[in-house]
């Protein structure tokens, strides 16, 4: 079993904002691989999905970004899972638009969902997917920023972007991090 988890906020509020991507490239794996209709459990949304000959568990948390760790904890320890069996997915302010960057560890970077997911795991030795939104324009505040829309230049770059992230994230659970970090990063 893999625990796949898109990070960001609940709600149409927040639908297509910078700190949403991770719930986007979920989604998506959600359409193609689901096996069911999306649940409530662990706090959050949750579909179980067949990627190839691996089984998964796509968990979008209902927690808001800062407490995304709640959710995260939950599955991990009702599926009594390693950390090599979770993939976090998340936007980065630190990479440019659209870039990805997949590490096998590390450390939040910056990102309070992120942040909050090591704290309650107590490691960071788990693999992380991260998607550039770029930094905020001068004069913006951070939080506004990543609780944006995207314009509709900067939506085409990330509608690929977000398609290479699910495409990263097959690769990560049937060949593991390794291969889709040689292929993605």
């Not at 927040?14 to 991770?22: D, I, L, P, Q, S």
């Not at 949750?46 to 995304?68: H, K």
């Not at 659209?98 to 939040?108: P, Y």
Request: net charge positive.
């Amino acid at each position: 079993m893999k625990l796949i988890v898109g990070l960001g906020n609940p709600g149409q509020r927040y639908r297509n904002t910078r700190h949403n991507v991770g719930f986007q490239v979920v989604s998506q794996l959600a359409h193609k691989y689901g096996t069911g209709p999306a649940k409530s459990r662990f706090h959050g949304e949750v579909v179980e999905a067949q990627i190839e000959d691996q089984r998964a568990l796509l968990l979008c948390p209902n927690t808001y970004m800062n407490n995304s760790g709640q959710s995260v904890l939950g599955a991990r320890d009702f599926y009594k899972l390693d950390h090599q069996q979770l993939l976090i997915i998340c936007d980065d302010c630190n990479l440019p638009l659209a870039k990805l960057r997949l590490r096998k560890q590390g450390s939040a970077g910056g990102q309070k969902g992120l942040q909050d997911v090591i704290h309650r795991l107590g490691d960071e030795a788990f693999a992380r997917l991260r998607i550039g939104v770029g930094p905020p324009p001068e004069g913006w505040q951070l939080s506004n920023y990543v609780l944006s829309k995207f314009n509709k230049a900067e939506m085409s770059e990330m509608e690929t972007a977000i398609d290479l992230a699910a495409q990263a994230t097959v690769k990560w659970a049937v060949e593991g991090i390794d291969r889709s970090m040689n292929q993605f990063n």
